[in-house]
């Protein structure tokens, strides 16, 4: 079964520090998607991203973040200085969007720790 | 975006059915309901979705009213593998290209 694949599985930076969290999404998916998710709380969308621009970014999406396809299979996220908060698990997720159907697929994610 | 409300937590045994039921009292016309679940340190994984009736997988069943303001998710003799956590979505789709808001979901405990 295809699957969206996330590296590293962990990260640990230093607050102030660039961290990039690296996707593969599905091969023929359309639609590509940064959640996270605080320990113990909900999982928050961040950005979708379409047609290699980004279609919609949550208010936590600010100028520190970014997201980039920079060849036809990967999809990155990248925090510019990280701050102690941004410590969580990042989703990685795709969706092939051409159906009614809202089935995303999900990444194992990627646990950042901002120490 | 319609208002989701579960319960927080459940608990059952292997080989039980577990009902899980989610209010929505405010779904739109062009809802669909979803159903996700999410293991520990995993990413959420769609199990479900529908409009009204009733929707039957491998996996699970999802029962819809007329009225169309509840669902519930119904997993057929569960096991102890089935401990995770089960999130309600309600929202439009509009052919491509929809985030997903998650609420804070029903923890599932199964024990032998």
């Given at each position: 079964e295809p699957e969206v694949t996330q590296t590293p599985s962990h990260q640990v930076t230093q607050m102030g520090q660039e961290v990039i969290l690296?996707?593969?999404?599905?091969?023929?998916?359309?639609?590509?998607?940064?959640?996270?998710?605080?320990?113990?709380?909900k999982v928050e969308f961040l950005v979708s991203f379409y047609n290699n621009e980004i279609s919609e970014k949550s208010e936590i999406f600010d100028d520190q973040f970014s997201v980039e396809r920079p060849d036809g299979?990967?999809?990155?996220?990248?925090?510019?200085?990280?701050?102690?908060?941004?410590?969580?698990?990042?989703?990685?997720?795709?969706?092939?969007?051409?159906?009614?159907?809202?089935?995303?697929?999900?990444?194992?994610?990627?646990?950042?720790?901002?120490? | 975006?319609?208002?989701?409300?579960?319960?927080?937590?459940?608990?059952?045994?292997?080989?039980?059915?577990?009902?899980?039921?989610?209010?929505?009292n405010n779904i739109a016309t062009n809802d669909y309901i979803t159903w996700y679940q999410q293991f520990p340190s995993q990413g959420p994984r769609f199990i479900i979705q529908g409009y009204k009736t009733k929707v039957t997988n491998e996996v699970a069943s999802l029962f819809i009213p007329a009225d169309r303001k509840s669902s519930t998710l119904s997993l057929p003799r569960v096991s102890l593998s089935d401990t995770a956590v089960y999130y309600c979505l309600v929202g439009p789709i509009t052919g491509g290209g929809n985030k997903l808001t998650f609420g804070t979901g029903t923890q599932l405990k199964v024990e032998l």
């Open positions: 690296r996707c593969v999404p599905i091969s023929n998916h359309l639609y590509f998607y940064w959640y996270r998710q605080i320990l113990g709380q299979s990967n999809f990155t996220l990248k925090i510019r200085s990280t701050k102690l908060e941004d410590s969580a698990m990042y989703f990685c997720a795709s969706m092939w969007g051409q159906t009614l159907n809202t089935e995303a697929f999900f990444g194992q994610g990627t646990r950042l720790t901002v120490v | 975006l319609a208002k989701t409300t579960q319960p927080i937590s459940m608990d059952s045994y292997e080989g039980q059915e577990v009902n899980i039921t989610c209010s929505h």
